[in-house]
């Protein structure tokens, strides 16, 4: 698992807004919202680092956000899984 936040320099998340990762819009509707993380896991399908942020945001328990190209109910889905 990663912890460390080194990989962060060569995210591909960078050049967009936060708002396409965390959808930071209370008044996004479901439809807005699928059509945002979709976006934003196209961002991640292309990125170097995807590998080390998905190991970084599931270390941590990230509540928010996609990271690694998952949503915090799929990483959460997961760690259950995981766990089993
Ligand atoms: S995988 Fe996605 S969220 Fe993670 S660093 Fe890359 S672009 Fe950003």
Redesign the pocket.
């Known amino acids: 698992m990663t912890t460390g936040l080194a ?2 320099e ?5 050049e ?1 807004p936060a708002v396409l ?1 965390f959808g930071l819009d209370d008044n996004e509707s479901a439809v807005e919202r699928r059509s945002r993380e979709d976006r ?2 196209g ?8 590998q ?3 190991d970084y ?1 599931l270390a941590t328990r990230e509540p928010y ?5 998952l949503t915090e109910i799929e990483r959460r889905s997961r760690l259950h899984r995981a766990s089993r």
């Open positions: 990989w962060r060569d995210a591909a998340c960078l967009y990762f934003a896991k961002v991640c399908y292309g990125c170097t680092v995807r080390e942020c998905l945001a956000g996609i990271w690694g190209g």
